[in-house]
């Protein structure tokens, strides 16, 4: 059987309802926009393979819905994720607070050594900004993490901060992995998946594979 990929990274999309968080994944999975907003019911994800340092990986992203009445949905899904991204809209002030509440939620529900990243989406929209981009940075620093602004309508940055999430997890898992060999063993994280998943992967040789998926 055909090696269909090295790593399995799980990624989560959070945020306020309205920043963008589905219109950067459509941008990152399928390079493309739509500009009709459809609130995300419950979470949905999409599946993209990438190339880091010679090896392929399959990031599982998910979408998660922002409104308060989808909460105890989303935050099950917290525990499993070995990368946060959280979205705020740079045209909307309050948005850009609430960060801190997901956050909390974070800190409460994932694991504690998440990746973690922070992203103003909609930069594009200059003349209605509302944060500065020195403000987000200065909330990033405080609480360790990096911060990326990003358009998902034109695409700005949405690649690069996608790439840059995924290489500080198998940097981190490289660490680990290096560790464990130190000491004598060679155990993989819990998170990580590595290795072939035979025939149900048939096209893992193309660069990118979708699929979409909603729980009610």
């Not at 940075?137 to 996608?162: C, I, M, P, R, W």
Request: with cysteine.
């Amino acid at each position: 059987m055909a090696k269909s990929y090295d790593y399995l990274f799980k990624l989560l999309l959070i945020g306020d309802s309205g920043v963008g968080k589905t219109c950067v994944l459509f941008r990152f999975s399928e390079d493309a926009f739509n500009s009709t907003f459809i609130s995300t019911i419950g979470i949905d994800f999409k599946i993209r393979t990438i190339e880091l340092d010679g090896k392929k990986i399959k990031l599982q992203i998910w979408d998660t819905a922002g409104q308060e009445r989808f909460r105890t949905i989303t935050t099950a899904y917290y525990r499993g994720a070995m990368g946060i991204m959280l979205v705020f809209d740079i045209t909307n002030e309050r948005s850009f607070e609430n960060i801190k509440t997901w956050i909390r939620n974070i800190e409460e529900h994932a694991a504690s050594d998440v990746e973690k990243m922070i992203l103003g989406n909609k930069c594009d929209v200059v003349d209605k900004r509302q944060v500065s981009k020195e403000q987000a940075q200065q909330l990033a620093a405080e609480y360790g993490v990096k911060f990326s602004e990003t358009s998902a309508k034109d695409g700005h940055n949405v690649e690069e901060a996608f790439m840059t999430l995924a290489k500080d997890i198998k940097a981190k898992m490289d660490r680990k992995q290096q560790e464990n060999n130190n000491g004598g063993g060679s155990h993989s994280s819990p998170n990580v998946h590595v290795g072939s998943q035979g025939g149900k992967d048939k096209k893992a040789n193309a660069n990118r594979s979708f699929s979409w998926c909603t729980l009610l």
